[in-house]
Nanobody, 126 residues
């Protein structure tokens, strides 16, 4: 079955950096576009970033994180990353990686998210 395991979260001061990782298994990782989604305390899920299926593929970002966050992937290692720099208190949230439901480039590729991981908490304060 699909398994997505996030890691790398923690506490950091404003202006600091964190690098999140997502270890994927149970599916052909390189065939799927991937995303990061976050959920801040008391708020609903918010899409953060996406990357198409290929290594070095096109990337997309929430406006508020452009220039600060960078999504990447290593298909040989079945791993998704999110480098977060210049962190702000408003970035505090549980961060989830997610795979899209459909295989990239096929008729079933409609950007719907098919599975999320358990999440990793990022706290930006002080």
């Amino acid at each position: 079955e699909v398994q997505l395991v996030e890691s790398g979260g923690g506490w950091v001061q404003p202006g600091g950096s964190l690098r999140l990782s997502c270890a994927a298994s149970g599916f052909i990782f390189g065939s799927y576009d991937m995303s990061w989604v976050r959920q801040a305390p008391g708020k609903g899920p918010e899409w953060v970033s996406s990357i198409i299926n290929a290594d070095g593929g096109s990337t997309y970002y929430l406006d508020s994180v452009k220039g600060r966050f960078a999504i990447s992937r290593d298909n040989a290692k079945n791993t998704l990353f999110l480098q977060m720099n210049s962190l702000k208190p408003e970035d505090t949230a549980v961060y989830y990686c997610a795979k899209e439901a459909g295989v990239s480039g096929t008729a079933n590729d409609n950007n719907a998210l098919g599975a999320w991981g358990q999440g990793t908490l990022v706290t930006v304060s002080s």
